[in-house]
Every structure is written in C-alpha cells, then in structure tokens.
C-alpha cells in the first residue's frame, strides 16, 4: 500500500539503532549489582518512574536546566528536543487521524506529506498542516541558532564551545541536513500538488517560480531519508547517545541508583549521558585562571569513552563541584571523577597502630575541629568562647591527640587506609556519648555524614549557631562591618548547607549579595582533591577568587571552612579572613 | 651492649653511587617544587602523623633525595594525606603531592 523505495534508508537506520540501544543498555543493565537491581525493582511500579517521567520532559526535552543557566543555549536544545518530539507526535496523530489505523509503519508519519494526496481532506487537516510547519519553523529557527554559535559562540554568552572530532563534524553535518531536507522535500511537493501550509507552501509557490521542482520533489524525498538513516546509523558512535542515554539515565536515577566508589553500568550510563553541551567549561576555575581546558568533565568523560589516556585528568581537578551544580543532565561528576583515583596502598594492621585509643570525657555535645581547624587556632579559641558564652558543656574530641577524619585519604582514591582512620575516629566520637557532634571543617562534615554512619546529629558549627541564636542561647548583636560570605565547596554544594550561614551572618554583620552566593560560590584553591596542580598554580587560583569577592569591597570576607581561611589569607591580607565563628565570637 | 651508657656509632655513610635514585628522579620531575625546601622542619612541627608517634615527613623526604629508600618503605605509610605540611610550607612544596608520589612507587 503505501510504500517507496526511498524508505528505505531511514527504516534500516532506525530498525539498526533500536536494536544496538537495547542490546547495549541491557548488557549494561545486567551487570548492575543484586542490591542495584533490588533496588529497581522497589522502584519501578512506585511514583518515582512518574517523577523521572516528568523530568524526562523537563530536561531531555525542554532543556529548561540549560535555560536557567543560558536562555540561548536552552531555546536553542528545546527547538531540537521538544521540536523534534512535537514533529514525531504530532505528525503519528495527524497520521492516525488520516488513516485511523494504528499500525501504519513509522515511516508513514514521517513522509506523511509524500504520502497523503494534497486534494483529499481529513478532520484538521488544514489545523494539522499548520502545527506541523509552525514546529518545522521552530526548528528551522533552533538550527540556525545553532549556526550562529558555531560562527560566533562569544554573541550567546558562551566564552568556550566544545572542541570537536572529525567524526563529530561528520554526524553533525548530518544532524543538521535533516530538516533543511525535510524543509525542501515538503515544499517541493507542496509545489507540485499543493497541501501544507504557511511555510511549506509558500516555500513551493516561490521555488516553483525558478526551480524545475517536479524533478526535485523525489530526489528531495530520498536526501530527507538519507540523512535520518545515516543519523541514526552513525548515532551510537558520536556525541548523540546522550539522546537516548539520557533517558533511561533519569530513570536509573529516580530509582534510586547511586554513583559509588567504584566505575559501574552506572557510571557507563553517565558516560554516555553527558550531551557535551560544554556547560561545566565555563565553570571551571580550572581553566578561567590557570587556562587548562583538557580537564573539564566534558573532555575528561570524552577521553574515558574513547580510551584515550586521562592519567592527568584523574588528578587534574579541585573536585569544588562547580561543573556539577550546573550540568543539565545532573551527572555525579565528582563521584565519577574518583572512580578513576585506584586505591594502591598497602597497608596492613600495624601501619595506623601508632594512633592511641581515644577516651574523651562522655558529655552530651561533643566539639570536632579537625586537622585544618587545629592550623587555624583562632577559629577554635572562637568556638570555645561560643560555647562558654551559651552555657554549654561539651567535650573536645581532637583537642590533643586528634587524627584525620580520613576525606584526604578517599580523595586521593586510597578507601582502605581512610577505613582505618574512620573506625579509630568513629570509636571516639562514640566514646564520648555525645547527642550532638559538632564541626569546625566541612570536609569533615561530610565525611562524618556520609561515611561514618553514626545515629547522632551531627552538625558543622554554622549549623550549629544558627540553632544557638534561634533558641536565644546566644544572643549577637550586629555589628555594621560589611561582610561578603563565601561557601565553601564541602559545605554548599557539598553538603547543601546554605541557609545556616545566611541566617547567621545576617544576624551579626551587613551581608552584601555576590554573584557568588550559594550554588555559584567559587573554589579557595585549597582544595585537597587536586593532586596534580603546583603550589603557585594553587596561589593563582586562590587570588582570583579572592579579588572577584573583594570586587564588592567587604570590610571582611567571611567564610566557613578552616582551610579556606588559610588558603585565602596565605594568599593575600588586603581585607581581613574571617570564620564565621569568629565574627559570632566578636559580636555577642 | 651498651653496658657504660656509651655507644659506638655504626659508620654513616652516604654512598650515593651505590644508592637507588630512581625514586629521587621521579620526585624531581613529578613534584619539581620538591627540590625548593630548605629543611625548616615546618612540615614536621604541624604534621599530624609526626604529632602521635616518630614520623618525621622533612627526613623522610632528605632521605629519599638521597636514594636511602629504606626507612622510607616502613615509615611513609603512616602519614594520613591530611595536608596541613602542604599549607604550612614556606617555600611552597607541595609535600602532599610528593609523598602521594612516593607512596604510590613504593607501593608498585
Ligand atoms: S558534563 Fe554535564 S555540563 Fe559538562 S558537557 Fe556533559 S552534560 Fe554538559
Ligand atoms: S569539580 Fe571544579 S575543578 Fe573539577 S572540573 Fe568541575 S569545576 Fe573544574
Ligand atoms: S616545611 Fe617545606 S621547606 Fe620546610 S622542611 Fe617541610 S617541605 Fe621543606
Ligand atoms: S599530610 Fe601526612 S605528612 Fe603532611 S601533615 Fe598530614 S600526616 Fe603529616
């Protein structure tokens, strides 16, 4: 019935590429662990396959992550993603409504205009060929975006595009022939037997005046097929898995599958799942101040994928999860980069002896200062006078014999030994029988949330106070000194610690907004996540940030975390560093 | 025996063409900030190891410039990765990197 050889090339195309996904996908499904697996199956029939569903809409079609961070760069995926989605639906509807039979081959709806003998109306045809021209427009108008950047990626608030490969090109060239071709086969037949509407067939109308379209349509038909087949032939070689990658990504996520220490099906999917849309180049400090653009997660998962050496890549980044808060497609970049970081040490039962058995006093808080807040003495003279001033009684875990709460350890990929420092810290902490373990530094914050595993609260200090103040143990008194705060990685994006120290600083200090508030906060470059950079480099990276937050000249720069008060002020003293338990410490 | 309280020292001797440099090579090109430290022992006052047991990371890391890898091989694992020798370090070594370096040679 309705059939021409020219279906040929698309009908192969996407019969191939459905094959090789599902093949693909459930090898890699298969090799998710029994409790991975146990924990889809709770899942899968519960409301979070509709949640996932709906962020499926939201990111994978409409963009509107990318729309939050670059309305260009958004309308321009969502004329793509949403366009191209519509095109499908609504072209299989009009379709139906045409044919009324549901098994009408793919291929049907998608040279219905080919098809369909203009003269013969349906129910909104006319309704149907408008929607259908307005959605081809709209992509027609993504794709010429698209254009634009290439020619001038600067224009659309974009510093840095992606960098390409050969093959890339090649798939791209064929991406964007697609609907330009569509364009040409619908409006060369329109010419010829009328049908479509605005676009296409004014289009006919005007080519028809200078071009022998009757000879045109056909050949026209045939590039249109082409091009789709060959899209999705070359489709899983490219940069384009993330189309359907990304997809199933949400759903695994919603699930409730997480990124662990280790590279699994996962981690495969997230590989696959990044569109390079080159969102986290813009936020690496990495390359804005020391102008290394080979590391950033979209050329580090890049390199992954294609085997291609990412030694230094391993190393290379201050795991400050910058790129991550931005990514649309929500990859666990930090967590991905540290399954590349093998664990090598040997140790054995002696190697960590040397660390006494603690006995703090049992009391109901205990106090945590961590190695960086024992180089930071007046952050700690600060706490104690804080809980003086409360009334609080509490016990002092590492005030003398202190050890590392073990993050630097699983940050340089070595999990064993920092088991060892976390089951030594771990008896201490329970030793003291506190209720409340308070912290100074937000690495060890997070470590003690998310690998300690400890059934009492734990709290880094900012929390702490802000708790204080609200129940009037402590009451501050603002001061008028201008204050700019900065976050520090571990505990905003590491930790989604923000209101706290807001509420805090405003209560003892005149908080000026920055550009780099919460989520946007930038990176001290003290981070000890990166072990490749040199010290200077550390330096450089550290005084960028430093001079962008004294851009809104603060009498103080307030911050949170031991390490970037050291980190910032051996860099420079123009305006005083301060812990935000220091300006608590001073105003009450 | 040291029956008086008084002892012979065994001869110290630095043979440095008998001596395995190849760590102290791969110090040099991997960490070249290694090759700035002028031995002020910072590192070893605030270093968290050092500060519960005899860990010292300055001769350790003179020691292995100097290709006597041995006492390096039992004493380096000790060392906690916690950084702060990194932060006091006057002369920016980047001490952490180094001994991450070490480790992972003496551990391949
Ligand atoms: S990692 Fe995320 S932000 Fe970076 S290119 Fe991939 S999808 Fe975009
Ligand atoms: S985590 Fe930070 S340093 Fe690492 S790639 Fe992302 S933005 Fe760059
Ligand atoms: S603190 Fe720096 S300069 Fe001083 S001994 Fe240690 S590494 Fe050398
Ligand atoms: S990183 Fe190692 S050597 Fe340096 S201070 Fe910490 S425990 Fe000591």
């Known amino acids: 019935m309705y059939y021409d050889p020219f279906v040929l090339p698309f009908s192969i195309g996407l019969n191939v590429l459905l094959i090789y996904l599902v093949i693909k996908y459930i090898r890699w499904i298969r090799t998710f662990s029994p409790k991975d697996r146990r924990t889809i199956r709770r899942n899968i029939f519960s409301l979070k396959t509709?949640?996932?569903?709906?962020?499926?809409?939201?990111?994978?079609?409409?963009?509107?992550?990318?729309?939050?961070?670059?309305?260009?760069?958004?309308?321009?995926?969502?004329?793509?993603?949403?366009?191209?989605?519509?095109?499908?639906?609504?072209?299989?509807?009009?379709?139906?409504?045409?044919?009324?039979?549901?098994?009408?081959?793919?291929?049907?709806?998608?040279?219905?205009?080919?098809?369909?003998?203009?003269?013969?109306?349906?129910?909104?045809?006319?309704?149907?060929?408008?929607?259908?021209?307005?959605?081809?427009?709209?992509?027609?108008?993504?794709?010429?975006?698209?254009?634009?950047?290439?020619?001038?990626?600067?224009?659309?608030?974009?510093?840095?595009?992606?960098?390409?490969?050969?093959?890339?090109?090649?798939?791209?060239?064929?991406?964007?022939?697609?609907?330009?071709?569509?364009?040409?086969?619908?409006?060369?037949?329109?010419?010829?037997?009328?049908?479509?509407?605005?676009?296409?067939?004014?289009?006919?109308?005007?080519?028809?005046?200078?071009?022998?379209i009757e000879s045109l349509a056909y050949p026209a038909w045939w590039a249109y097929s082409i091009a789709l087949g060959l899209?999705?032939?070359?489709?899983?070689?490219?940069?384009?898995?993330?189309?359907?990658?990304?997809?199933?990504?949400?759903?695994?996520?919603?699930?409730?599958?997480?990124?662990?220490?280790?590279?699994?099906?996962?981690?495969?999917?997230?590989?696959?799942?990044?569109?390079?849309?080159?969102?986290?180049?813009?936020?690496?400090?990495?390359?804005?101040?020391?102008?290394?653009?080979?590391?950033?997660?979209?050329?580090?998962?890049?390199?992954?994928?294609?085997?291609?050496?990412?030694?230094?890549?391993?190393?290379?980044?201050?795991?400050?999860?910058?790129?991550?808060?931005?990514?649309?497609?929500?990859?666990?970049?930090?967590?991905?980069?540290?399954?590349?970081?093998?664990?090598?040490?040997?140790?054995?039962?002696?190697?960590?002896?040397?660390?006494?058995?603690?006995?703090?006093?049992?009391?109901?808080?205990?106090?945590?200062?961590?190695?960086?807040?024992?180089?930071?003495?007046?952050?700690?003279?600060?706490?104690?006078?804080?809980?003086?001033?409360?009334?609080?009684?509490?016990?002092?875990?590492?005030?003398?014999?202190?050890?590392?709460?073990?993050?630097?350890?699983?940050?340089?990929?070595?999990?064993?030994?920092?088991?060892?420092?976390?089951?030594?810290?771990?008896?201490?902490?329970?030793?003291?029988?506190a209720d409340i373990l308070v912290t100074s530094c937000p690495i060890c914050y997070k470590t003690f949330r998310e690998e300690y595993h400890l059934d009492i609260q734990v709290m880094h200090h900012t929390e702490y106070l802000d708790l204080l103040i609200r129940n009037k143990q402590l009451i501050p008194h603002p001061s008028d000194q201008k204050t700019v705060f900065h976050n520090p990685c571990e505990l905003g994006r590491g930790c989604d610690v923000y209101a706290a120290p807001a509420h805090v600083l405003q209560a003892v200090s005149q908080r000026i907004a920055t550009a780099y508030d919460d989520k946007n906060s930038l990176c001290c470059g003290g981070s000890l996540a990166n072990l490749y950079i040199r010290p200077e480099q550390r330096t450089q990276i550290s005084s960028d940030a430093l001079h962008a937050y004294l851009a809104y000249h603060p009498d103080v720069l307030v911050t949170a975390c031991p390490l970037c008060k050291k980190t910032f002020t051996k860099t420079e003293n123009a305006v005083p560093v301060k812990d935000i338990a220091e300006m608590v410490a001073e105003n009450c | 025996?040291?029956?008086?309280?008084?002892?012979?020292?065994?001869?110290?001797?630095?043979?440095?063409?008998?001596?395995?440099?190849?760590?102290?090579?791969?110090?040099?090109?991997?960490?070249?900030s290694s090759k700035l430290c002028i031995g002020c022992g910072g590192c070893t006052a605030t270093c968290s190891a050092g500060n519960l047991t005899e860990f010292n990371i300055r001769k350790l890391q003179m020691l292995a410039k100097r290709g006597e890898n041995k006492e390096l091989q039992t004493q380096l694992h000790k060392c906690m990765l916690c950084g702060k020798c990194l932060l006091v370090c006057p002369r920016g070594v980047d001490t952490r990197r180094m001994i991450w370096s070490m480790l992972r040679f003496i551990n391949s």
């Open chain 1, 50 to 212: 509709l949640k996932a569903g709906k962020e499926v809409f939201l990111e994978s079609l409409v963009h509107h992550k990318i729309f939050r961070t670059n309305p260009f760069l958004g309308y321009m995926h969502m004329c793509f993603g949403l366009g191209w989605f519509l095109l499908i639906v609504v072209g299989k509807i009009e379709s139906l409504v045409y044919h009324t039979s549901i098994f009408n081959p793919p291929y049907f709806a998608i040279f219905f205009r080919y098809f369909h003998p203009a003269q013969e109306t349906f129910p909104y045809c006319n309704t149907f060929a408008f929607l259908m021209d307005l959605i081809l427009l709209m992509i027609l108008s993504g794709l010429t975006l698209a254009l634009l950047k290439r020619l001038y990626s600067r224009a659309l608030g974009l510093k840095k595009t992606t960098k390409h490969r050969p093959f890339d090109l090649l798939i791209l060239t064929v991406l964007w022939l697609i609907f330009p071709f569509r364009f040409l086969a619908e409006s060369f037949t329109s010419g010829v037997r009328g049908g479509g509407s605005f676009l296409t067939h004014s289009a006919g109308n005007f080519f028809d005046s200078f071009l022998p």
């Open chain 1, 231 to 433: 899209f999705f032939l070359l489709l899983p070689f490219s940069r384009y898995m993330h189309i359907p990658t990304e997809m199933v990504y949400i759903f695994l996520k919603n699930w409730g599958i997480k990124q662990g220490k280790r590279f699994t099906a996962i981690s495969q999917f997230q590989l696959y799942a990044c569109s390079r849309c080159g969102i986290c180049i813009d936020r690496c400090q990495l390359g804005s101040s020391l102008g290394q653009l080979d590391t950033q997660p979209v050329y580090f998962l890049k390199k992954i994928r294609h085997g291609k050496d990412h030694s230094v890549q391993d190393l290379n980044c201050l795991m400050c999860g910058r790129c991550e808060a931005a990514c649309p497609v929500d990859l666990k970049l930090n967590a991905l980069r540290l399954t590349q970081r093998p664990d090598y040490t040997r140790i054995t039962r002696s190697t960590f002896e040397y660390i006494p058995t603690p006995s703090p006093a049992r009391n109901k808080v205990a106090y945590f200062a961590g190695c960086m807040g024992h180089l930071t003495p007046s952050v700690i003279q600060a706490m104690e006078r804080i809980f003086q001033k409360a009334g609080v009684d509490y016990t002092f875990i590492d005030r003398e014999k202190g050890i590392c709460c073990g993050r630097p350890m699983m940050l340089a990929g070595n999990h064993r030994a920092a088991s060892v420092l976390v089951e030594k810290n771990k008896a201490s902490i329970q030793q003291s029988g």
């Open chain 2, 1 to 32: 025996m040291n029956f008086w309280g008084f002892s012979i020292s065994e001869a110290r001797v630095i043979d440095y063409d008998k001596n395995d440099k190849t760590l102290a090579q791969i110090m040099a090109t991997e960490v070249p």
